[in-house]
């Protein structure tokens, strides 16, 4: 059977011999997209090709695309686990022509892969093309021969793509599979527009050439494109020989691991069934969206991610599993996608880290929530009801933290349906409260309402303290007082402040407020609506409202605060001309002792780029350049060419922040008169945080000095050490791994020898069962490579029999199993090693003459080598 791996490489591999580029995945977040939640289609990272706004060296591509469906039209959210064939992620094989080959190569090439390389049946494709594109249907039935009973007509809505209301457009051509007969009982005859299952789409190919504009009218374009996409999970399933997605090897291992983790058989219980297909999907699509930098949020993206877990949570708790497991199946899900995605493998703590989080956090509110809902159906049962209150769905939604789909989920398994038209209304209801309140500044200051009432004048850009001010508010346990004594915690407003409050990633101002004897040390600075409050801890005496205080900043951290806010501004600036305009801030923090700038670039910067970041920046401190501020209309500023925060609101009047010629942004914060009060600039991190988003991390000032004093230290220590100068350290260190190395080839010489020498004690173990010698043993200390070598050898002195071996490989157990070649059709390797890994807490795979996995369990490892006896045994019962 020809695996899911060997069909999307055959896919790459003809498209290459047939002049075409081939072009990795892109990130499932479309981060220059900002119309898509998630790529949704192989044709995403190609867009601004086919609109015309970007050239690339080459004029044919082909990829494997990683893609979700969950919003909009294209959102197969909720069929998911009901249906054996939709998916949230799924792969698109994809070939594109941008402007060389069109209808005839790309008709030629979709049939000839189909037929002759994959082999698929002629006489069970059948073909839909645009009702008026009589020159698909001439090349289809002409050029490739298909029959013209078999060459269907449909409408514009079937058969016609657009990318918008104008643009690229064209007519499509679709080829479809026939299974033969319907899946449904006593289904009579029926064509391929029926949904009943017996007809799938395979194949899509979109002939672009027109552009529409906005009259509606077609103009042909200059240069027609191809545009295809082949669902990699549908594809697989025909070749296999199934009918349903779920029994392909894309499935069938996670399957088998959710079977493993609830004690039920798949197949056994149709209910179980669609609990178990919504895990394994829902484990994929969390595995991949994670790994490509999404995390579980309240934000769109990470609300979606959130949704798909919480529903694969609420599913593995009908079948019983009551741990968290969702983690360890998207580990199962990395190492499976590992030959495709390597890069995937990269994010597998990450992956597990965030999954595991997501769900240990949501464990408690869904017990509550399950609870709440069962009592609800048990209520409207009794009471003959059949709908479940779209009042009563939202507070599930909204307090319960349960997913709509979850709901419907719940819903259907009761016999209920849910009002979602009232749902909906309630959702609304609470938008429009949701933008009221936040227009009004209510949300962040319900308790503040009364008594942080107007703004507070911030004057800390001209003097830091002491400033005199009055107490205009105090807040003590979340409610209004009228005073604030020794010992206590409370939040203060001023009429006036010298406190620069938390925002645009600047933390907020530390110091002191005192008043005749009383003295409160303030902890915290932060903004309640357009008021600055003050987090204070009372040291003595009592602060009263109406009192007036001396409010002095701590200046030793306001200024080191500022050198590194102004440092921020250098370095964009800097990493916009080194790496590119693309560059934009995606968030940063400012402290008194670093600096953080997250921003947007697609690798890591190499040690020659952060180098000459470096040297810009210096370059502009040693410069001792002045600061320019100056107050501005916002659309003034953005003329003026003045850098903007993305997504960020600003006020019609605005604060911009020049470092004349190099650097100039919109900003509030606090900084250094002169660049050179900085000092110096060290980058001392850089690193990815999420699929295009880059981080870089910096000291400046004191920070830098401290930090050239320890590294300092640690090359004197090195000398020291190795008795060397510093320039003959990385030497060093590079004898001292190559003697590592070599002492690690010698270890593993020894336990290879070692191993071989007990070769007849291994066979002299093994057993005959039904004719054929199988040998099950445990290797104490033994990586895959020499599990594999050693695998080899026995097989080799067995002749004719099957080799089953197992090591601990501290704490993470590998299993390795070996079928002679007279055997494998009756005892394939990879059919034995996905029964005996899930015993180990793993799972894996291989062809039948050999199978690996690796597991999580090693104290199991003993009862799965001696369960691989009675597996052969049952293979060779059933085996004619």
């Not at 791996?5 to 900002?34: A, C, M, W």
């Not at 657009?162 to 690229?168: D, K, L, N, Q, Y």
């Not at 190492?335 to 597998?348: G, K, S, V």
């Not at 069962?374 to 349960?402: M, Q, S």
């Amino acid at each position: 059977m020809i695996s899911s791996l060997e069909i999307r490489e055959t896919f790459l591999k003809y498209f290459e011999q047939n002049g075409h580029k081939r072009v990795p995945s892109s990130s499932l977040i479309p981060f220059n997209d900002p119309t898509l939640l998630f790529t949704n289609a192989g044709m995403n990272q190609f867009k601004d090709i086919f609109l015309g706004r970007e050239r690339r060296p080459y004029t044919r591509a082909a990829t494997s695309q990683k893609c979700m469906r969950v919003s909009g039209k294209h959102n197969d959210f909720k069929d998911v686990g009901h249906s054996r064939r939709h998916h949230t992620f799924f792969e698109m094989l994809g070939n594109f022509s941008f402007g060389d080959y069109f209808k005839a190569d790309a008709i030629h090439f979709a049939w000839e892969l189909l037929t002759r390389r994959y082999g698929l049946d002629p006489g069970r494709l059948w073909i839909t093309v645009f009702r008026e594109d009589d020159e698909a249907w001439d090349i289809w039935h002409r050029q490739e021969g298909i029959p013209a009973e078999r060459i269907v007509r449909l409408d514009e809505a079937d058969n016609f793509w657009a990318m918008g209301e104008t643009g690229p457009c064209g007519p499509s051509s679709e080829l479809h599979y026939d299974f033969g007969r319907s899946p449904l009982p006593d289904h009579g005859e029926c064509d391929l527009t029926c949904p009943c299952g017996r007809w799938v789409e395979v194949w899509n190919l979109v002939f672009m050439q027109y552009n529409r504009d906005a009259s509606g009218r077609l103009e042909p374009l200059p240069s027609p494109s191809i545009d295809t996409g082949m669902g990699l999970e549908r594809i697989t399933t025909i070749l296999q020989g199934q009918t349903s997605n779920y029994d392909t090897d894309l499935f069938q291992p996670l399957l088998d691991e959710v079977s493993g983790l609830c004690g039920n058989d798949y197949g056994a219980d149709p209910g179980d069934d669609v609990s178990m297909r919504v895990i394994a999907d829902h484990a994929r699509a969390a595995a991949f969206v994670v790994g490509d930098g999404q995390y579980p949020g309240n934000d769109r993206r990470g609300y979606v991610l959130r949704k798909i877990l919480r529903r694969a949570m609420v599913h593995g708790k009908r079948l019983g599993i009551a741990d968290p497991f969702l983690y360890r199946l998207a580990g199962s899900v990395i190492e499976a996608m590992r030959p495709a995605y390597p890069e995937l493998a990269e994010t597998r703590e990450t992956v597990a880290r965030v999954i595991r989080r997501e769900e240990e956090s949501f464990a408690g509110t869904l017990g509550e929530g399950l609870r709440d809902f069962n009592e609800r159906a048990a209520r409207l049962k009794a009471a003959g009801k059949r709908a479940l209150p779209g009042e009563e769905a939202f507070f599930l939604y909204d307090t319960r933290g349960l997913p709509l789909e979850i709901i419907e989920d719940l819903a259907r398994e009761n016999g209920l349906t849910v009002d979602e038209a009232a749902f909906e209304r309630a959702i609304e209801s609470q938008r429009a409260r949701s933008r009221r309140d936040y227009a009004s500044g209510k949300i962040r200051q319900e308790v503040a309402q009364a008594l942080f009432e107007g703004t507070t004048d911030f004057v800390g850009y001209d003097a830091a303290g002491p400033v005199l001010a009055r107490i205009r508010a105090i807040i003590v346990d979340g409610e209004r007082a009228e005073a604030v004594s020794a010992g206590e915690r409370g939040e203060l407003a001023l009429d006036a402040t010298p406190f620069y409050a938390a925002s645009g990633g600047q933390v907020g101002d530390t110091g002191t407020i005192t008043c005749d004897g009383a003295r409160a040390r303030v902890l915290d600075t932060i903004y309640r609506g357009t008021a600055i409050t003050h987090l204070v801890e009372v040291d003595s005496g009592r602060l009263e409202t109406g009192d007036e205080v001396t409010a002095e900043v701590d200046l030793g951290k306001r200024r080191l605060t500022m050198k590194n806010h102004t440092a921020t501004h250098l370095l964009q600036a800097a990493l916009r001309q080194v790496l590119g305009a693309h560059v934009k801030q995606a968030g940063s923090l400012v402290t008194p002792e670093r600096l953080r700038f997250d921003f947007t670039h697609y690798a890591p910067l190499s040690p020659a780029e952060i180098r000459k970041v470096e040297d810009l920046v210096n370059g502009e401190i040693w410069d001792n350049s002045p600061i320019a501020t100056s107050l501005m209309d916002l659309e003034e500023a953005m003329r003026s060419g003045a850098t903007a925060l993305f997504g960020e609101k600003y006020q019609e009047k605005v604060r911009v922040v020049e470092v004349p010629g190099f650097s100039r942004e919109l900003c509030g914060g606090t900084h250094v008169p002169a660049t050179g009060h900085i000092g110096v600039f060290k980058i001392v991190g850089e690193g990815g945080i999420s699929a295009g988003v880059r981080r870089v991390e910096a000291v400046t000032g004191p920070a830098a000095l401290e930090r050239f004093r320890s590294d300092e230290e640690l090359i004197d220590a090195l000398q020291e050490e190795g008795r060397v100068p510093r320039q003959e350290i990385p030497a060093l260190l590079e004898k001292l791994h190559e003697r590592v190395r070599s002492l690690e080839r010698e270890l593993g010489e020894l336990k290879a020898r070692s191993a071989r020498s007990a070769i007849g004690d291994i066979l002299s173990a093994g057993r005959e069962i039904r004719g054929v010698q199988v040998v099950a043993h445990a290797v104490p200390s033994a990586d895959r490579a020499g599990l594999r070598t050693l695998a080899d050898e026995l097989k080799q002195r067995l002749g004719s029999g099957v080799v089953v071996l197992g090591t601990p490989q501290d704490g993470k157990p590998a299993l390795v199993v070996m079928v002679t070649a007279d055997l494998c059709g009756r005892i394939p390797a990879g059919g034995v090693i996905k029964r005996i890994a899930p015993l180990v807490g793993g799972g894996g795979g291989g062809k039948p003459e050999l199978a690996e996995a690796g597991g999580k369990d090693a104290s199991r490892l003993g009862e799965a080598l001696d369960a691989s006896y009675g597996v052969i045994e049952e293979m060779l019962a059933a085996a004619p």
